[in-house]
């Protein structure tokens, strides 16, 4: 994610489908506020954010990536996405998402990842649950809307998923069986 994506992530935050599980949607100020955060994040920790393309034809489509966050129990590493309207049910979610705890168990020192989901979000739900992920409970997220305006009271019930490094190494091992060629 760099400065360039401005524009992109201004318009992603304006849109209500695509914040409606995000607390609402943001204006100007919060995206250039985000963006910010988002490219020091990369500077400070050497991950973060990503903006996506589709492959079919280059169209920005969302963004990806894992990031530093702190939780009641500590620091945590988070995987986190939202995609363009015009991207859902097309499995870019599953995609990325596989391919981010992988980069996430490959590259950095830590044995679980988490990822939060707004209750009633289903689909980004199943996504969790088909990379693996497990459900621990609901999350505490009053302060996540601290700062937007537009946040509905309701909007808060999110709850918490997580894979161990085990988990993950598990989950190749039974792909690597199943793509291995049969003995003769």
Same mark, same amino acid.
């Given at each position: 994610?760099?400065? &360039?994506?401005?524009?992109?992530?201004?318009?992603?935050?304006?849109?209500?489908?695509?914040?409606?599980?995000?607390?609402?949607?943001?204006?100007?100020?919060? &995206?250039?506020?985000?963006?910010?955060?988002?490219?020091?994040?990369?500077?400070?920790?050497?991950?973060?954010?990503?903006?996506?393309?589709?492959?079919?034809?280059?169209?920005?489509?969302?963004?990806?990536?894992?990031?530093?966050?702190?939780?009641?129990?500590?620091?945590? $590493?988070?995987?986190?996405?939202?995609?363009?309207? #015009?991207?859902?049910?097309?499995?870019?979610?599953?995609? $990325?998402?596989?391919?981010?705890?992988?980069?996430?168990?490959?590259?950095?020192?830590? #044995?679980?990842?988490?990822?939060?989901?707004?209750? &009633?979000?289903?689909?980004?739900?199943?996504?969790?649950?088909? $990379?693996?992920?497990?459900?621990?409970?609901?999350?505490?997220?009053?302060?996540?809307?601290?700062?937007?305006?537009?946040?509905?009271?309701? &909007?808060?019930?999110?709850?918490?998923?997580?894979?161990?490094?085990?988990?993950?190494? #598990?989950?190749?091992?039974?792909?690597?069986?199943?793509?291995?060629?049969?003995?003769?």
């Amino acid at each position: 994610m760099r400065q &360039s994506h401005l524009s992109f992530i201004t318009q992603m935050h304006a849109n209500a489908d695509v914040m409606a599980t995000m607390g609402g949607t943001r204006d100007a100020a919060a &995206s250039r506020l985000y963006l910010a955060q988002n490219v020091a994040h990369w500077l400070d920790h050497g991950y973060g954010m990503y903006v996506l393309q589709t492959r079919e034809h280059g169209a920005l489509a969302g963004r990806a990536g894992l990031k530093f966050t702190l939780t009641d129990e500590g620091g945590a $590493i988070e995987l986190a996405y939202a995609f363009e309207p #015009d991207c859902w049910g097309r499995g870019y979610a599953v995609e $990325i998402s596989t391919a981010l705890v992988g980069l996430g168990f490959r590259l950095l020192p830590v #044995d679980t990842l988490c990822a939060v989901a707004i209750r &009633s979000n289903a689909a980004s739900r199943r996504v969790l649950e088909k $990379i693996g992920m497990r459900l621990l409970g609901d999350v505490e997220a009053a302060t996540d809307n601290a700062n937007n305006a537009n946040a509905k009271p309701d &909007s808060n019930t999110k709850v918490r998923y997580e894979i161990h490094r085990r988990q993950w190494r #598990d989950q190749q091992d039974v792909a690597d069986a199943n793509t291995a060629l049969p003995s003769r």
